[in-house]
Structures are given as C-alpha cells and as structure tokens.
C-alpha cells in the first residue's frame, strides 16, 4: 500500500513563501508522475504542478513565475516551493502520485492547509 505523506502547509502574509513537501512510502515503488492539486473552499480540485520522473514538468497559468516544483526520484519526494503567495492561493493542496508499480494507479496525500492573508 502507497502512502503519501504532506508537510509544510500553514499560514503566511501575501507575498510570502511556503514549502510543501511529500513524500511516497512502500516497497519497491514506481512512479510515473507526482504533484500537487489544490482544492479552495467552494471549488473543484485543479493542478497545481506536476513532475514526471524524467523532470517534465507542467504548471497552472495562474502559479507560473512563482511556484517551482521539484523531484527527488530516488526518494520518492517531490516539493512545492511556493513564493509571492496571493490569498487566492488559499486552498488545501494535496499530494498527488501516479503509480506504475506494483500497481497502476494514482495516489493522493491528506492534504495540508496553506493560507495566504491579505
């Protein structure tokens, strides 16, 4: 079983900076792609970032210049450094791993509370 456990979320002044961190858990794991999705109260889940194992990355329009998302393959880790926050950043961002093995399938963490005050 694959858990994906988050860290970093809180709370911080617009124009500030966070960072996320997750982390993949269990044997011999492949993963294809991981991320972060975000969800604002009232919303639908979106992309934030994702990273594929061979460093291709993709970015909302809206984070583009001010999030940067990185990997470390041999860990299983993946990170959101998240700079200039805007409180439409506010949401609760969630972990996201698309597995290849053992089974093939897609993953999702908790998911941590980030908070940008105006």
């Known amino acids: 079983q694959v858990q994906l456990v988050e860290s970093g979320g809180g709370l911080v002044q617009a124009g500030g900076s966070l960072r996320l961190s997750c982390a993949a858990s269990?044997?011999?794991?492949?993963?294809?792609?991981m991320g972060w999705y975000r969800q604002a109260p009232g919303k639908q889940r979106e992309l934030v970032a994702t990273?594929?194992?061979?460093?291709?990355?993709r970015y909302a329009d809206s984070v583009k210049g001010r999030f940067t998302i990185s990997r470390d393959n041999a860990k299983n880790t993946v990170d959101l450094q998240m700079n200039s926050l805007k409180p439409e950043d506010t949401a609760v961002y969630y972990c996201?791993?698309?597995?290849?093995?053992?089974?093939?399938?897609?993953?999702w963490g908790q998911g941590t509370q980030v908070t940008a005050s105006s």
């Open positions: 996201y791993a698309f597995s290849t093995f053992p089974l093939t399938r897609a993953y």
């Open positions: 269990g044997s011999r794991l492949s993963i294809n792609t």
């Open positions: 990273i594929t194992s061979g460093g291709s990355t």
